[in-house]
């Protein structure tokens, strides 16, 4: 069963409470994003019903002490983690971080800030923005005065946007650009052209990925099915919810019931290798198997280069100027 939340917080809420109550569910899959995670999750601990989710990745989500909430990607903070130790192995040794002001954003520029210090990048500034923007050229000519070897962007898809043009008009050119939730998506090269080129972004996931499973084979196998259902190449968000359910579909099936308390112990003890990459979960509800993979927009591709074991081409920095 399944109700269109609109991406609001308060219809999110009102619905997770009717499939409980109405539609009388026994397990909740997540919405999208940590802020409707948020709410909802909390209405599924409140009424003892399990929810495993793959796009609520904030780590505030899980510093609540909730016992029925699972998240099957990385957790934010880690988001920048393989792509800043690409950065500073080859040379990379400053950095400017500009972030949404939300809760998913927030983690992800606070753990940034965490890794570039841990690899030797002095921080030069951390900039927070409200929530629907529209303009960033004010933050972006400070960091261009700043002049860093690397920017750090933390948002959703409109926000990679607003990145790339308001770089490109105010003639910020960073030897790299690291951003979250669009470079990974072949939308933002289709919408911005070659001003993407060289762009970095961390992926939960993709097709080239060297994960296999007993359900739905390797990465590309997926990749292909879903592309034969859908007529469209799966981003990481799609996979992310496919591998939602199959941890549940696995925690149920090991249990052998559907009893809230059976399948919970399962999911804690679960151990699977899928399409998807390792899934197993640590005290908190997070799967801690799965490292995040970044990749690089490489002359229009989408290419991994981060981390070494999931790569498929050589991150370039400063782009175009070779590996």
Excluded: C
């Excluded at 397990?27 to 003892?48: K, Q, R």
């Excluded at 927070?128 to 933050?139: C, F, K, L, M, N």
């Excluded at 030897?175 to 060289?198: F, Q, Y």
């Amino acid at each position: 069963m399944y109700h269109d939340d609109e991406s609001d917080a308060d219809t999110a809420g009102r619905l997770t409470q009717r499939l409980i109550d109405e539609d009388g569910v026994d397990f909740l899959l997540g919405p999208y994003s940590s802020g409707l995670t948020t709410g909802t999750s909390a209405i599924a601990e409140a009424s003892d019903v399990l929810m495993v989710e793959g796009s609520g990745a904030s780590d505030a989500l899980f510093e609540r002490g909730f016992q029925n909430l699972f998240l099957v990607a990385t957790i934010a903070s880690d988001y920048t983690r393989s792509g800043i130790e690409a950065l500073a192995a080859r040379g990379a040794r400053t950095a400017v971080v500009a972030h949404e002001d939300t809760l998913f954003a927030t983690a992800v520029a606070q753990g940034a800030v965490r890794h570039l210090k841990a690899n030797g990048i002095e921080v030069l500034a951390v900039e927070a923005y409200p929530e629907g923007i529209q303009d960033v050229s004010a933050i972006m000519t400070k960091f261009r005065d700043l002049d860093p070897d690397v920017f750090i962007g933390g948002g959703h898809y409109n926000d990679a946007v607003l990145f790339v043009s308001s770089a490109t008009e105010v003639g910020f050119e960073p030897g790299g650009m690291l951003i979250t939730v669009g470079p990974s998506n072949p939308r933002l090269a289709e919408e911005l052209g070659r001003d993407v080129d060289g762009v970095l972004g961390p992926t939960q996931w993709e097709p080239s990925m060297a994960y296999q499973g007993p359900y739905f084979g390797s990465a590309a196998d997926y990749s292909a099915y879903y592309q034969s259902l859908w007529g469209e190449a799966p981003v990481y968000q799609a996979a992310s919810a496919t591998a939602a359910a199959l941890a549940l579909h696995l925690a149920i099936e090991a249990a052998g019931s559907t009893d809230t308390g059976a399948v919970r112990a399962a999911l804690r003890a679960l151990s699977a290798d899928t399409f998807y990459g390792p899934i197993s979960f640590d005290e908190r509800g997070v799967n801690v198997s799965k490292p995040m993979g970044t990749i690089q927009v490489q002359d229009g591709e989408i290419v991994v280069v981060a981390p070494d074991a999931a790569a498929t081409s050589s991150l370039q920095y400063p782009y175009g100027e070779g590996g």
